[in-house]
């Protein structure tokens, strides 16, 4: 069996990693599901749980999120575009997309000053219509960084302990 893709989702403002997305959504549209179409939804949902859980209360925002998502997609390859899954390299060894660093920001929170903007090299984070910040890629983020966190004066940005890394680093040394 090939290597699904791995992609990172926000579902209510919660990252959401979902497995063969990437794959889903060309398979959908090489078979013509426009993202508008009533049916287009229940086909994501119905080839995501293949791979991935959906619980049952989030259903409906799992929804809006992949719609959102299938409807860029189709918007990259309307116009030739290219989609490819992105590669995030490793850390220590270990895929990028296996080590849970990322920022998540509380939407309550933010003032949307865009101090995260400017300091993170890696824009992990864009402005939304409603100008407060969101992550849209979590594992550009470099590991261990905290930059953002730190620029961020209504401590909208939060970021997992450093400590975390302690059993990744660890784990690698056992790897020969």
């Known amino acids: 069996m090939a290597k699904l893709s791995y992609r990172m989702l926000q579902i209510t403002g919660a990252p959401a990693g979902l497995l063969g997305l990437d794959e889903i959504f060309a398979d ?3 078979a013509h599901f426009a993202p508008e ?3 287009t939804l229940e086909q994501l949902v119905k080839a995501v749980r293949k791979h991935n859980f959906i619980p049952k209360p989030a259903l409906a925002d799992y929804k809006a999120a992949l719609g959102r998502e ?11 575009n290219d989609v490819t899954p992105r590669n995030y390299g490793s850390w220590q060894g270990i895929p990028r997309e296996q080590i849970p660093w990322f920022p998540t920001v509380s939407a309550q929170l933010c003032n949307g000053c865009g101090k995260c903007l400017e300091i993170c090299p890696k824009d992990v984070f864009r402005m939304t219509e409603k100008q ?5 890629e979590p594992f550009a983020c470099i590991v261990g ?3 953002c966190k730190s620029a961020c004066d209504p401590q909208a940005i939060l970021m ?4 975390m890394l302690d ?4 784990g690698q040394r056992h790897v020969t």
Do not use: M
Not at 70 to 76: D, L, S, T
Not at 132 to 136: A, I, L, Q, S
Not at 167 to 170: A, D, L, V
């Open 28 to 30: 959908l549209f090489t």
């Open 37 to 39: 179409e009533p049916d």
């Open 70 to 80: 299938y409807k860029r997609y189709c918007e990259q390859r309307t116009q030739g």
């Open 132 to 136: 407060v910040v969101e992550v849209v």
């Open 145 to 147: 960084c905290c930059f």
């Open 160 to 163: 997992p302990q450093k400590s």
């Open 167 to 170: 059993q990744y680093r660890h």
